[in-house]
T-cell receptor, first 112, second 113 residues
Framework: GEDVEQSLFLSVREGDSSVINCTYT??????LYWYKQEPGAGLQLLTY?????DMKQDQRLTVLLNKKDKHLSLRIADTQTGDSAIYFC????????????FGTGTRLLVSP | SAVISQKPSRDICQRGTSLTIQCQVD?????MFWYRQQPGQSLTLIAT?????????ESGFVIDKFPISRPNLTFSTLTVSNMSPEDSSIYLC??????????FGEGSRLTVL
């Protein structure tokens, strides 16, 4: 089945850029998503990209997709302390009910 | 975007009891999904709930333990049966939006003593 991997932790200083990486195994994935989860809260959809795109920018967020390497990244510009959270990438399968397979999550810590 | 409401938001339950979680969506959706997030872990799909048919369960999840109802296009329930402490998790329902986004409810945080 699909396997989605992320690094567990990332620590940055306020004002720097953050880059969170994700790798996946299923080359037939259709949509790829980034979610943010703050402590005690549900999942907030940040952005998503279609598999036929290489890049998507949305305000401070930039998503890069390298289909050849099956690598997805989320760049947060001008990172703020309020960006501290767990970030999950998720890959939508192109089979069956097109379920989402989630990565392990990256805990982003932004220090002042 | 879809607005998803889940009830209860949290509960503390005794071992051996059952709890039903409700998921209400503000628009009609074809597919609804139930996920589980165990403490400190990522999300795992429990089942896909389509209106008018039996839910489709993922490997490791069975209907007797997690019965699901989907009576219409805006509502679904997930029951966690005969609970044990290992069932302590956040349970989340999600729906697919009109352009492929997948939205989540706030989740139901369940603690089993």
């Amino acid at each position: 089945g699909e396997d989605v991997e992320q690094s567990l932790f990332l620590s940055v200083r306020e004002g720097d850029s953050s880059v969170i990486n994700c790798t996946y195994t299923d080359s037939s994935s259709t949509y790829l998503y980034w979610y943010k989860q703050e402590p005690g809260a549900g999942l907030q959809l940040l952005t998503y990209i279609f598999s036929n795109m290489d890049m998507k920018q949305d305000q401070r967020l930039t998503v890069l997709l390298n289909k050849k390497d099956k690598h997805l990244s989320l760049r947060i510009a001008d990172t703020q302390t309020g960006d501290s959270a767990i970030y999950f990438c998720a890959v939508r399968m192109n089979t069956g009910f097109q379920k989402l397979v989630f990565g392990t999550g990256t805990r982003l810590l932004v220090s002042p | 975007s879809a607005v998803i409401s889940q009830k209860p938001s949290r509960d503390i339950c005794q071992r051996g009891t059952s709890l039903t979680i409700q998921c209400q969506v503000d628009s009609q959706v074809t597919m609804m999904f139930w996920y589980r997030q165990q403490p400190g872990q990522s999300l795992t799909l429990i089942a896909t709930a389509n209106q008018g048919s039996e839910a489709t369960y993922e490997s490791g999840f069975v209907i007797d333990k997690f019965p699901i109802s989907r009576p219409n296009l805006t509502f679904s329930t997930l029951t966690v049966s005969n609970m044990s402490p290992e069932d302590s998790s956040i349970y989340l329902c999600s729906v697919v939006g009109t352009t492929g986004e997948l939205f989540f409810g706030e989740g139901s945080r369940l603690t089993v003593l």
